[in-house]
């Protein structure tokens, strides 16, 4: 399935994408939906449901019948601070600062089967992104989420796992350079992205692991 975008500025609001039955909203804090999305968000997580980084991020929701089923925020390193930035490889932070992405606040309603919903969000946010000149996601993602992002093939960076402050637990870096030779979740969002221009941001990622432990 292809995702045919509305054209919306990083920090736009708006509608971005629709389907038969879905839509992925640009959200701006303030608006109904973002309210919304923060009561998702203490739904399912610890501590603040909001921090000083909402105010410099693109926030993309789904909905599904007028509910919210999927939100999430992707930080650009050119425009603030990313969520627990402290935590990554700070040469890959000033490497990639121009097209660095990191997705963070990732969340959906409790309960089974919304995986799909969660993937279509993402596609949509990565297209959009895409657009807005993004090349590489950095991202720190809990262990019960590893299965989906390997699923959508986010390698973790090896040594770098840490304790989140707010969620208490620990967390992996991970991180994903797009190109079209990556299938699945991913299809035709990356099949115009060559893999020479990937290529130097992987092999910088490939390079950043560090034994474990080590400080």
Request: with cysteine; charged share 15%; glycine share 10%.
């Amino acid at each position: 399935m292809s995702v045919n975008l509305c054209d919306l500025p990083l920090l736009g609001q708006g509608l971005l994408a629709q389907g038969d039955d879905w839509q992925v909203h640009l959200v701006r804090p303030g608006e109904p939906l973002f309210t919304a999305i923060l009561d998702g968000r203490q739904a399912v997580s610890c501590g603040p449901v909001t921090d000083a980084i909402d105010g410099h991020s693109t926030h993309y929701a789904l909905t599904q019948g007028g509910t919210l089923q999927v939100w999430f925020r992707v930080t650009r390193a050119h425009q603030g601070p990313l969520d627990c930035e402290g935590a990554y490889p700070p040469e890959l932070v000033e490497a990639f600062r121009p097209v660095l992405a990191s997705t963070s606040r990732l969340g959906r309603p409790p309960g089974p089967g919304r995986n799909h919903l969660v993937i279509l969000a993402m596609r949509c946010g990565w297209a959009h992104q895409l657009n807005q000149g993004a090349e590489v996601d950095l991202i720190n993602a809990r262990a019960t989420l590893a299965p989906l992002y390997t699923r959508l093939q986010y390698p973790a960076l090896p040594g770098w796992s840490f304790m989140h402050p707010r969620t208490g637990v620990t967390h992996d870096v991970r991180a994903l350079a797009p190109a079209c030779d990556i299938r699945g979740s991913w299809g035709d969002v990356f099949a115009d992205r060559p893999v020479a221009r990937a290529a130097p941001h992987r092999a910088r990622l490939a390079a950043a692991g560090r034994l474990v432990g080590a400080r």
